[in-house]
Structure formats: C-alpha cells, structure tokens
C-alpha cells in the first residue's frame, strides 16, 4: 500500500489506536488450518512460515508442492516480526506478491489491499490517497479464483462511488473483459452521519456488491470527482475493497472517521480465493492416472463447482483423517479410543471408517450417547439404587457417629493432659503476673500447632536428637516458628518446668532464641519458639562445602555473641546445662542465637550449685558436673570451652580419628595437652592461622585453656570471658 499522509488531528488520532492495530495483528487469523496432526507436508520439507502451517500440495521450495502454481514463499522479516508467507502466482498493481494469512480445506485468505481518496474541508476534489487497487493471477491455468461465495465489493465513505471491473476466464480460454463482471455501488450520508447504523451496509455510509464466479483479477477503484466538503467532520475519506463478507462487520459513523480504518482492513479483513487441483472435473481427472492428485488410500475426489472454473479436490472418506494428497493418504480415525470422549456410553469397537456401540447382557438401547444409550433391566435398577443409597446413609451415619465419639474423646484427653502438663497453674501464673507490663507465654491449642506444622509430617522436620524433635511450623500470621516435641516429661518437676517456662519466654536477649509459648494439650508439652533459619554452628562448622563464612573476625563475633549470651543467662540465674555448637544457631546474617533449654535449670536466689540427674551431651560434658552431679555455673563454661575449640581446630568434640594411643580421646582433654606442649599451631584451622596475630591466638588458646580446667573453681566466669574474648577483638595483628 502507498504511503497515507491524514490531515495532523487525523494522524495524532491515529496515534490512540496504534497499540490496539499491533494487537489485533497479532491475534489475526490464527484459526485452525486443513493441517490436523495428522496432516502433514512432504518429507523434507518446511512445514511452517512463521505463524502458517502450509499443507501438500502447497509447499514452500523447490519439490515440495504439487506444481508451480502451489508453490510458496516465506520471506524472512527485518523488524523481528515471524516470517510471511507470499504468493509467487498473485500480484498487486505494483507487481508484488501478496501475503497469505490462512490456507484451509477449500480457501486461501490474503491480506488484502483498500482503495482510497481523502479530502480537506475545501477541496472539491481528492487531496490524496491511492484511488485504486488491483489484482492479477497472470495466468488462466492458475487453479485460483476470486471466490464469489465469500467475497464482496465494499464501499464505505458518503457520496462515494465505487467501480469493480473483473476479468475471469471460460475453463482455459485466455482472459477477456466482459460487462457482466463490472459492477459499482454509491453510498450516501444524512447530514451529521445521523442515519449512519452500525451493522448494516445497505447503502448509507457503506454498500456492498456480489461478484461472479470464476474471477482471475479485477480492478477496484473510487470516483475521484465525489465531494465530501459538507461531510469532512466526520468521513475524511472514502474506501473500496474486496473482502470476506463473513470478517468485515460496518461499525457506523466509528468507520467513517477512523484514521485508522485502512489498518483495520488490512489486518483483520482478508481477500479469499478458491483453489482447486487442475480445472478438471473429478470424472475427467480420473482419466490420466498420472496426474491424479486423489489416487491415495481411503480418499475420494469432490468437484469443486463453486469455483467457477471447475478442477476438483481430494478429501478423505468419512471415518478417516490425513492428508488426502499424500501418501499413504487418509488413515482410520479410532473413535474408541477415549472412552470418555466416543460416541459411544458403554462399549464401542472400532471398524475401518466407522465404529459399532453396543451394550451388556440385559441391556437395552443402541448404545449411543446421542441415541438411547444402554439402560438396565427396570426392576435392577431400582432395587439396586435403593440398596447402594441405603447403605451410603448407613456408611454415613455411622461414620459421623464414630467421629463425633472420636472428637469428644480427645477433647477429652485434651483436657487430662492439660491438667497433667500443668495447665492451670500456668494460667494462673500468667494472669498474676498480668500487672507486671511484660509479655507473657502464649499458651497454643494441639489444633493450631497441627495446622502450622501439617499435622507433624515429616517434611516439617528440621532437627532430631535426645530430647526430642524439631518441627518447622507457620502461624495464621505468617510467623515461621519452630516447635520442640519432647520424648518425655518428669511428672514430679511440673510445678518447676512451669515456673521456668515463665521464666524462659520473658528472656529478651540478641542473642538467644526466643520462647514465644507452649502447648500442654499433648502427652508431653511442646514449646514453640522463634525460628532460626541458617542452621547450627556444628553444622557450618563441619560442613567442608561451604566455607565462605569461616574466618577469623566471624569466629570471633560469634564467640563474643555466644558467651554474653550464655552470660546472661547466668545472671537469671539460669544453667543452660547442654552448651554445645548443635545448640548455637546461626540466622540469616550468621547473627549468634543460644537456643533448647530442655535441660536448662533455674537457679533458686542464694544458690551456687544445683544437685541434679547429670544430663548433657558426650564431648561437652564438664568431668566435675559428670562425677558429683553437682550443676554450677562453671560446668556451662566447661561446655563452652569445647565449643570455642570446636571452632578454633574445626575438629568433632569425640575424636576416634586420632593415633591409637590417642583414640576416643576427647577434643578438650587433646586441646589443652596440645597447648601444654607447645602444639597449638599444630591443630588450629590453617585459615585462622593466616588471618589472625599469633598473639590473639594465644591469648584465645589460653582462655580455652581456663574454660577446659578440671576444677570448676579454675575456670573464669561468663562474663569474664565475654570481656577477654572482646579484647582480644580489639588485639591488632
């Protein structure tokens, strides 16, 4: 199409509807093509161009269609746009081939092409525009032509006059002009477009004329002597197209001052032609075997009189499905074999081209789903229906009953363990200390923990050991927490374990984990703290994989944030009694949090030491706590102690490894006879080595050394080592 130049509030306008028109492009004529999967192009050859699928006997290349006349091609775009496919046996009044959108069983659709004339508000005549359009197959053995089924001449615009003039051909003869295919049609306007209706093209504001069958070419063009001066507000221009009567619907007074109309036209309104195989009839084509496009399994020749010019085209027999043009031809379509989607309601067996319902022993009907169907005996059906329905609602009865006796009763166990964990006196614990302004334990029902955590499935899980297992679980809040189960519960310490709980959740430390509430509703309680998303310190310890954390300055932060922890603690006063890096985790930052206090003891006012079962963990274990079962503050240093040499050597507090004289030798006794004998840099991490002073390590080693004492009464204090620890931070290389 030449170049279109609007007057300016035509083009601005037009503007508005740019993104509209390159979304439509897109969206145009993606319909469903002859090809099925079934249906494909021959061998070797290119079976798209961009959007189009090309059946046999089209083709794009030299061998894949059936003839000249069928062939294809697909020229790549420049602007990124998929590939076109172009007519090589069409052209336009510029000797160009023209764009097909869409190929099916019996049509071709073209982009088409719109004749035009606009106007200003003074002239008289046509200021620009391209006035006329054509098209020209070329040749009378092409086996296309215009089809008259589809198409019409449109002329939309006021005081437009539009010509068609058609040249056609008879069965082979070469092309003549004839009056018979000249035909034109005038539209009109009212003033203001106010008789203008949307959808009907009867002569106001748009016109429509048929054409005749067997058209090759034809010219379209407009009478460049019509005035719109009196109409220019609203129909600038006037147009004259051929096209698909079914695709183009008249929108009113919108299309007689759309500046974006020829667009629209052009991309969603297309030009179909007919094609057929030869100009032959089907009895005529039979005759030359050789040239028989229909000689394929299960296939049969139509003729194709709508055309104009006669030929004929293949198709495949009922039942089958394929391309009729290639071989093998046409195949069986198996209609039994979806079930759900056959004709048929209970059995279907598949025959060449057909199939047969049936239905079982003693049932009537023709089996077909558009038909009878199959129905069973009268008397069968009722009694069984009667007998399934009954049943469900004894089923259902007595399922609900069982479950109404199942919910009450762990309601009721509910209600034992409550009492039995401790319930009421933690509920009166916290409304006594309501006063206080603090935040007090959140007490959880089983049925919230179940919810937040699956109902304790496995893929919950985050961590299992003596005392129990580690649940990840997420609140109605989004809170992500996590849930320790543990595996047993002194029955006579419930007066203490509650008074501690009350204790543990008021704690608010950096760096110690946060006991957000509990559940007594189960055997033994569950406690429900913050969750802690990086893992242990043993895990990033041991784990050789990842290492980009380790080095000198995080080992010592995390040192410091661990030991003012565990002080803290201390000034409660609370033993933790299970200090271990399995029990120092890591968030997202490598922030230190102390967590588990399930073997942590409150420490009565006025007390040093507590006399308890020994608990606690192998490799960690203070030897003084181990043989008088007397639990001080110190026996948390001992543990602690171990830790710092855990993270010092990076070596597993038990360390069966070693020499035999040496084997099942404790990390802490192997430490400090290292340090004693001068061997400290022998078993210190060789990256430590490197970024840290030779001072700062040992003056680290020898604080270790203290921590790992025998006797409790040589070992610092908590807080001392937090104070040591933080200067040696302060130690320069």
């Known amino acids: 199409m030449s170049s279109v130049s609007f007057p300016r509030s035509v083009r601005i306008s037009s503007l508005v509807l740019l993104v509209a028109t390159m979304v439509v492009r897109a969206c145009s004529f993606t319909r469903v093509t002859m090809l099925s999967a079934l249906n494909i192009t021959k061998p070797g050859c290119q079976r798209k161009c961009g959007n189009l699928t090309i059946p046999y006997p089209f083709g794009v290349g030299r061998g894949c269609s059936r003839s000249m006349w069928y062939d294809i091609s697909c020229n790549a775009s420049t602007n990124g746009d998929p590939p076109r496919a172009i007519t090589t046996w069409v052209k336009d009044e510029n000797e160009n081939g023209m764009e097909i959108l869409d190929i099916s069983e019996t049509h071709i659709r073209l982009r088409n092409q719109v004749a035009y004339s606009c106007f200003n508000s003074t002239a008289e005549t046509s200021t620009f525009g391209s006035g006329f359009k054509s098209f020209d197959l070329f040749n009378s053995s092409v086996p296309f032509t215009l089809s008259s089924e589809s198409n019409m001449l449109f002329i939309v615009g006021c005081h437009d006059l539009g010509y068609f003039d058609g040249n056609f051909d008879f069965r082979g003869s070469v092309f003549i002009n004839s009056a018979d295919q000249t035909g034109s049609c005038r539209t009109d306007c009212s003033f203001e477009a106010k008789n203008v209706v949307a959808g009907e093209c009867d002569g106001i504001g748009c016109c429509q004329a048929i054409i005749n069958k067997g058209m090759k070419s034809y010219t379209v063009s407009l009478d460049p002597s019509a005035n719109h001066t009196s109409f220019f507000s609203y129909n600038p221009c006037g147009y004259a197209f051929l096209a698909d009567k079914e695709q183009f619907k008249f929108r009113g007074a919108l299309d007689l001052h759309d500046p974006n109309f020829i667009n629209r036209i052009i991309d969603e309104v297309p030009m179909v032609l007919d094609w057929v195989i030869d100009n032959h009839t089907c009895s005529l084509a039979q005759q030359d075997p050789a040239s028989y496009a229909c000689d394929q399994q299960n296939t049969i020749c139509v003729d194709a009189a709508e055309s104009g010019i006669g030929g004929y085209r293949c198709s495949c027999r009922p039942g089958y499905q394929g391309n009729p043009y290639l071989t093998p031809g046409c195949s069986d379509i198996n209609e039994c074999e979806n079930l759900s989607d056959s004709p048929c309601s209970v059995t279907c067996k598949n025959t060449p081209g057909n199939y047969n319902c049936s239905c079982p022993p003693g049932y009537s009907g023709d089996g077909e789903k558009l038909g009878t169907g199959c129905k069973p005996p009268f008397p069968f059906l009722k009694f069984g229906l009667g007998i399934g329905f009954g049943t469900l609602f004894l089923l259902i009865g007595v399922s609900w009953l069982c479950m109404k006796i199942k919910k009450r009763r762990n309601v009721k166990m509910k209600e034992i363990f409550f009492q039995k964990n401790g319930g009421l006196m933690l509920k009166q614990l916290i409304s006594s200390n309501k006063q206080d302004g603090i935040e007090q334990i959140k007490v959880f029902t089983m049925r919230e923990l179940k919810v937040a955590t699956k109902n304790f499935s496995e893929e919950t899980i985050v961590g299992q050991g003596g005392y129990g297992t580690v649940y990840t679980g997420v609140l109605p809040n989004n809170e992500i927490v996590a849930m320790k189960r543990s595996k047993f519960m002194d029955q006579s310490q419930i007066e203490q374990f509650i008074n501690e709980l009350v204790i543990l959740a008021r704690i608010?430390?950096?760096?110690?984990?946060?006991?957000?509430?509990?559940?007594?509703?189960?055997?033994?309680?569950?406690?429900?703290?913050?969750?802690?998303?990086?893992?242990?310190?043993?895990?990033?310890?041991?784990?050789?994989?990842?290492?980009?954390?380790?080095?000198?300055?995080?080992?010592?932060?995390?040192?410091?944030?661990?030991?003012?922890?565990?002080?803290?603690?201390?000034?409660?006063?609370?033993?933790?009694?299970?200090?271990?890096?399995?029990?120092?985790?890591?968030?997202?930052?490598?922030?230190?949090?102390?967590?588990?206090?399930g073997a942590s003891r409150l420490i009565p006012l006025n007390h040093t030491h507590l006399s308890t079962v020994v608990q606690g963990t192998l490799g960690y274990l203070d030897p003084e706590y181990f043989f008088s079962?007397?639990?001080?503050?110190?026996?948390?240093?001992?543990?602690?102690?171990?830790?710092?040499?855990?993270?010092?050597?990076?070596?597993?507090?038990?360390?069966?490894?070693?020499?035999?004289?040496?084997?099942?030798?404790?990390?802490?006794?192997?430490?400090?006879?290292?340090?004693?004998?001068?061997?400290?840099?022998?078993?210190?991490?060789?990256?430590?080595?490197?970024?840290?002073?030779?001072?700062?390590?040992?003056?680290?080693?020898?604080?270790?050394?203290?921590?790992?004492?025998?006797?409790?009464?040589?070992?610092?204090?908590?807080?001392?080592?937090?104070?040591e620890l933080e200067e040696v931070q302060k130690q320069t290389r």
Request: hydrophobic share 40%; charged share 25%.
């Open 508 to 597: 608010r430390h950096p760096n110690v984990v946060r006991l957000l509430g509990c559940c007594l509703e189960d055997e033994v309680p569950l406690l429900v703290y913050e969750f802690i998303s990086n893992g242990t310190l043993y895990n990033h310890i041991h784990n050789t994989k990842e290492l980009s954390w380790y080095c000198w300055n995080n080992c010592l932060r995390i040192s410091i944030e661990s030991a003012n922890a565990i002080a803290y603690l201390h000034s409660i006063p609370i033993f933790h009694r299970d200090i271990k890096s399995m029990n120092i985790l890591l968030d997202e930052s490598y922030t230190t949090k102390v967590s588990d206090f």
């Open 629 to 723: 079962s007397q639990l001080t503050e110190k026996s948390d240093v001992f543990s602690y102690g171990v830790v710092l040499a855990e993270l010092l050597t990076r070596a597993k507090p038990i360390l069966p490894e070693r020499q035999t004289e040496e084997k099942n030798r404790n990390l802490a006794a192997y430490f400090v006879k290292c340090v004693e004998e001068n061997n400290l840099f022998d078993i210190l991490d060789p990256q430590l080595v490197e970024e840290a002073s030779q001072e700062q390590l040992t003056n680290i080693a020898k604080l270790v050394q203290k921590c790992l004492s025998v006797k409790g009464e040589d070992r610092p204090t908590m807080k001392e080592i937090a104070m």
